[in-house]
DNA sequence: CTGAAATCTCAAAGCGTTTTAAAATCTGCC
DNA sequence: GGCAGATTTTAAAACGCTTTGAGATTTCAG
């Protein structure tokens, strides 16, 4: 059934019905509903194409998902934040596009969607300092909305954040607090935008306290279970072992937990181990005390936003440009106590 | 640029440049690369709405995700499943779409996905025992491929899928064998249709080994940390606890290990444990032993070759449905070991 | 009643492709 | 030089929608 054979049915014009369904003011409304009611019978929905090509817009929004061939990582994050994005845009009628593309073929991704039409904005996942794809994306006019920040360039673009400098701040100085002087950072890959500023955070609170941060201390790389393993193995077995860690995600915290325990140190009594949360659906710990003491702050909620506001800034493209910066929460948990005496 | 504008900057017709471009016999080969070089100078690429409205397809397939309001919970599966679809699309030349839908709402999504033409076809996850999703979907005529299966139904239809029941039959072969006699099993909703199968296996072991299962032993829940550690806990704490774990994903088993260290008992000593693993990628533990005895089968892996199936379907509809089995690996790792002596 | 304003409806032109049916051009052979 | 047949190119018709500009019809003040 399509628009031709609809406006048939109802010996209608095709322009009558077609505004009837879109809400033109200038049908009556006795005229409407009846298209309406017959659009609902035949089981009438406009094809997507067709719109598209007389509109001019796709009502669908890309995420171009970059895959290094060298270590196939998929974000464990990127299941929660895909969810919540998919909800706004359920909500708001957009359809919601995923290109997985190999690292290097991302800028040909973005130019490829913005050429053929493909979609009408686009969310950027994972900015890097001096993030090449902003630029890109400003000089394609194709409208984005970053997940995160790059540092170095010039803030006009719309993104959403948390404060991860000011997050890592707070933890370090929870650390500091409970009397640790010795603390380790697992952090992501320093070329991440987002690990830099969480290593800022974690050494201006140690500055601010009196204490020289060591760089043998902080280990980055992979957020996987087995980098935070190996990190905490390496730290543990030195002369000077930390007496707490700061780790940049649960999935790591886990394997700082492995380590912990194959050496026979108990969490929480003889190390202290603050990780970052995202608040993953498939780690909520229920409502007793959890595991970890976090820095808590949800990504799905973040795809919720972050979905919006581009949704946002396709509708009105002169609206200047949005940034949200959320503040994680620190929530203890079990796995942080006073530092032990040496 | 569009093709009109291409067209008169050679000085051929439409048709000409199209069919250079679309790589028809009947155009010159001198005229053919004219064309090529000017579309790569120009940047030309056609527009995918104009160029679906004309061929009636979309080059689209549609991954329709459906989220419990109850249990706003994302399988961590997903993220490893998609990025192997994708990377399949991206090679084929097809877009990936993403629906995050209310689960009553899954139905209508479907319906819409199709009556819209947004789709050229569709992947069905995680089905259930006689599915309703899959006589729709036939109903539809929108080709899909299952990514399982749904007992109950007639075969004929393509799907994709892990020897459930085989993998966990020699599991529990494999902890009986070490001499466990009481052995739990942790796993997923029992509505699921791969949880079914996973049971059959297990309970098939133990009454070939003249055991009668114990139904107390058998758990079962939305796979999560928390349900491995309250469910191991639960049963731990019984007069007669289990000696061994069957869990049905890693990231539960990493909560039964939560529970083990809790209660004192080493894991591999005094407690077995097996879990199914996805190898997903951020869990990869490296070159070393495995932590955990696991019956494993990249996810990843299986994200690729369904969405050949399905491309290879939509190309050729006519084609008898396709169905894999996979059969997972038995990988032993530091997590099984002899039954202690009572 | 009349004529202008307001309301409703319509035919037709676009959107950027593919594809059909037909026309133009070439090739080789008598 | 002319003609059949093969090769190459073309104009125009879809595809299914929105939107423009204009034509009907209704309403109502004067």
Redesign the interface.
């Known amino acids: 059934m399509n628009l031709k054979e609809l406006s048939a049915k109802l010996n209608l014009s095709q322009t009558t019905v077609s505004r009837a369904l879109n809400g033109y003011p200038e049908v009556k409304e006795e005229t409407r509903r009846r298209v309406l009611d017959a659009a609902e019978r035949y089981?009438?929905?406009?094809?997507?194409?067709?719109k598209?090509?007389a509109t001019g817009r796709?009502h669908?929004i890309g995420h171009v998902?970059p895959?290094s061939s060298k270590h196939?990582?998929?974000?464990?994050i990127?299941?929660?934040f895909?969810?919540g994005?998919?909800?706004t845009?359920?909500k708001c009628g957009y359809?919601?596009?995923?290109?997985?593309?190999e690292d290097e073929q991302a800028e040909e991704a973005y130019r490829?969607l913005k050429?053929?039409?493909?979609v009408d904005g686009v969310i950027v996942h994972g900015p890097r300092q001096d993030d090449p794809r902003i630029p890109l994306l400003q000089d394609l006019d194709l409208p984005f909305v970053v997940h995160g920040r790059a540092s170095g360039l010039a803030p006009d673009y719309s993104w959403l954040d948390v404060n991860n400098r000011r997050s890592f701040q707070r933890a370090t100085e929870f650390l500091l607090d409970l009397g640790h002087r010795r603390i380790a950072l697992l952090n992501g890959l320093e070329a991440m935008d987002f690990a830099a500023r969480r290593r800022a955070g974690y050494e201006l609170a140690l500055t601010e306290r009196g204490i020289n941060p060591d760089p043998g201390f902080e280990i980055s790389g992979?957020?996987?279970?087995?980098m935070g393993?190996?990190g905490a193995l390496e730290l543990l077995d030195r002369p000077m072992p930390p007496t707490a860690f700061l780790v940049s995600s649960m999935?790591s915290a886990?394997g700082v937990r492995?380590a912990l325990?194959e050496r026979g140190l108990r969490m929480g009594a003889d190390v202290s181990v603050i990780t970052h949360d995202d608040a993953?659906?498939?780690?909520?710990?229920?409502a007793d005390v959890p595991?970890f003491t976090s820095t808590r702050s949800s990504v799905?909620d973040a795809g919720r936003q972050v979905a919006q506001m581009l949704i946002d800034r396709i509708s009105m493209p002169d609206a200047p440009p949005q940034q949200v910066l959320l503040e994680a929460e620190l929530m203890v948990g079990r796995s942080t106590g006073p530092a032990p005496a040496d």
């Open positions: 089981n009438y929905l406009p094809n997507a194409r067709a598209g090509l796709s669908a998902i895959i196939e990582m998929v974000n464990p990127f299941g929660d895909i969810a994005a998919g909800e845009y359920s359809e919601m596009l995923i290109s997985v593309v490829s050429r053929r039409g493909v992979e957020m996987t279970e087995a393993y190996r999935i886990l492995r325990e993953l659906s498939y780690f909520t710990t229920g595991l799905r």
